[in-house]
T-cell receptor, first 114, second 113 residues
């Protein structure tokens, strides 16, 4: 059974803390993504990576950074957490065409910044 | 900037009817369009993919159309059932940044018995 696993289901952090969200996939996918989901705003792309050590900004990269040192692992870093980063964070992975390009998602991390 | 709009935030229909959801996009030339289902507290799950050179795709009770001239996709669920109640998201990929996948805000579909 294919899997994308996020390290935490729920997290509570304090304003100003450095926060790491980890994601691991076991499908040997080239691409990995970090999205945040807020009511009424859908999934907004923060960053994605198409290869080890390669990354591209999504639509809302401000306040975030990412790291991909190994193909199976993609980390999202909040350098200094703020209350407006309270959200559901979803990690996903996918293959490149001509393989199936569907995204497989993790279970999500609900982050609360207090 | 690239934009995806799903016209209805919520749709409420009677069991047995056909549900039709709309996805429009601007400033984008996708190679493919996807539809996902999301249940509360869970990540989205892939349903269907349609490529830019395809007009229509079917899978069981699901049908997707893709009009690249209108920049629009329609997603149909025929003979709808209460178990189809969920949020449905459209997604675009394979544009100028080949690996990038972007999502719309979703339509919350409720099927009443």
């Amino acid at each position: 059974d294919v899997k994308v696993t996020q390290s935490s289901r729920y997290l509570v952090k304090r304003t100003g803390e450095k926060v790491f969200l980890e994601c691991v996939q076991d499908m040997d996918h080239e691409n990995m993504f970090w999205y945040r989901q807020d009511p009424g705003l859908g999934l907004r792309l923060i960053y994605f990576s198409y290869d080890v050590k390669m990354k591209e900004k999504g639509d809302i990269p401000e306040g975030y950074s990412v790291s991909r040192e190994k193909k199976e692992r993609f980390s999202l870093i909040l350098e200094s957490a703020s209350t407006n980063q309270t959200s559901m964070y979803l990690c996903a992975s996918s293959s490149n065409p001509p393989m199936n390009t569907e995204a497989f998602f993790g279970q999500g991390t609900r982050l609360t910044v207090v | 900037s690239q934009k995806i709009e799903q016209n209805s935030e919520a749709l409420n229909i009677q069991e047995g009817k056909t549900a039709t959801l709309t996805c429009n996009y601007t400033n984008y030339s996708p190679a493919y369009l996807q539809w996902y289902r999301q249940d509360p507290g869970r990540g989205p799950v892939f349903l269907l993919l349609i490529r830019e050179n395809e007009k229509e795709k079917r899978k069981e009770r699901l049908k997707v159309t893709f009009d690249t001239t209108l920049k629009q996709s329609l997603f149909h669920i025929t003979a709808s059932q209460p178990a189809d109640s969920a949020t449905y998201l459209c997604a675009l990929g394979g544009g100028s940044s080949a690996s990038k996948i972007i999502f719309g805000s979703g339509t919350r579909l409720s099927i009443r018995p």
